[in-house]
């Protein structure tokens, strides 16, 4: 039980790959950009985390569901991959609308 929410992270990021690959979204787009934007996104977010664990504010949560690894005092291993999870997430919807958004221009035949 111990693995069930890193792994259903894992699969979350398996289906985000697939769809970026199908449509080429993000990665499959423009691959140094898209890495260089993961990057950036999940080091924004874990500094804010680090921060945010630094005044009191964030604390682990204690669940059967999770390792129990820890990247730092009160941040989870699985906090890297959702923080992952949701920059791809944003990144491959970003991808998406302004894919939509090139082919339904109004005026264009």
Known sequence: MTLLYLLALLIALTGMVM???RFRLFFWAAPRRAALVLLVGVAFFVVWD?????LGIFFRGETAFMTGLQVAPELPVEELFFLTLLCY???NLYGWLSSAKRVSKPGRS
Do not use: H, V
């Open 19 to 21: 769809l970026d690959r």
């Open 50 to 54: 680090l921060a945010g664990i630094g």
């Open 89 to 91: 997430l944003t990144m």
